[in-house]
């Protein structure tokens, strides 16, 4: 298995999505890196699927939408996207936003970095 290369964020927000194989479904998203997100639904795509994903982040208070995900795994209900097609302007509020969480969770105490960081800061940028 490959290490993982790039940080994650814990978030809470709702998604929905569909396949090019015509499964539509609803879930959470769990976490976020810049390349992607982890999600969890009762009904997961395949390994390989092409998805097009709208989630909402209330941390952020943002809507993204991803016009071209590739699952890349699957494990029970979780499953994880890399976004391969998504608008400038979203790309850039979302790799801002995930960056200005992770330098948050970076600087806060060891205690406190198991927990979602608010975004009040990112969000004044956005």
Known sequence: MKG???????VKGAVTFSSAAGLNG????????VPGCM???TLP??????VLLNFFIPEFGAH???SMGVVRWV????????FIGMEQNDRLRYNACVTECLRQKNSAP???RN?????????KSI
């Open 4 to 10: 993982r290369y790039s940080q994650r964020v814990s």
């Open 75 to 82: 494990n029970g209900r979780r499953f994880g996207v890399e």
């Open 45 to 50: 795509p395949r390994k390989g699927d092409s």
């Open 110 to 112: 060891k205690h406190s």
């Open 64 to 66: 993204f939408y991803v």
């Open 26 to 33: 609803k879930g959470h998203v769990l976490d976020l890196t």
């Open 115 to 123: 927990r979602t960081v608010p975004l009040n800061a990112a969000r």
């Open 39 to 41: 999600i969890e639904s």
